[in-house]
Nanobody, 118 residues
Framework: QVQLVESGGGLVQAGGSLKLSCAPS????????MGWFRQAPGKEREFVAL????????TYAETVKGRFTISRDNAKNTVELQMHDLQPADTAVYYC???????????WGQGTQVTVSS
C-alpha cells in the first residue's frame, strides 16, 4: 500500500507563489503517473496536472497551464507542484494522486489547503 503525504500549502496573496510537495512511501519510479487534483468548497474534485515517470512528460488543466509546473525530484523522492500567479479561484484543497489503472487513480494523499486572498 502506497502512502502519499502532501506539504507546502498555506495562505498567499493574489499573484503570489507556492510550491507543493508529495512524498510517496515507495520510490516514485515504481509509481507512474503521479498527479495533482484540487477541490474547492462546494465543487467537484478537478484535475490539475500529472507527470509520467518514464520521460517526465506532463499534462496540465487549461486553467493552470502556464502558471503551474509539475516536476519530480529524484534526490528527494518527491513530486512537486510549483504554482505561480495564484488567484482566489485557485483556493482549494490540493491532493496528490498516484498510479492509474483501468482509468482510475489508485492512491490519494490527505490533501493540503491552499488559500489565495484577493
Amino acid at each position: 500500500q502506497v502512502q502519499l503525504v502532501e506539504s507546502g500549502g498555506g495562505l498567499v496573496q493574489a499573484g503570489g507563489s507556492l510550491k507543493l510537495s508529495c512524498a510517496p512511501s515507495q520510490r516514485t519510479f515504481l509509481i507512474s503517473p503521479m498527479g495533482w487534483f484540487r477541490q474547492a468548497p462546494g465543487k467537484e474534485r478537478e484535475f490539475v496536472a500529472l507527470i509520467h515517470w518514464s520521460d517526465a512528460s506532463a499534462t496540465y488543466a487549461e486553467t493552470v497551464k502556464g502558471r503551474f509546473t509539475i516536476s519530480r525530484d529524484n534526490a528527494k523522492n518527491t513530486v512537486e507542484l510549483q504554482m505561480h500567479d495564484l488567484q482566489p479561484a485557485d483556493t482549494a484543497v490540493y491532493y496528490c494522486a498516484a498510479d492509474v489503472r483501468a482509468g482510475a487513480w489508485q492512491y490519494w494523499g490527505q490533501g493540503t489547503q491552499v488559500t489565495v486572498s484577493s
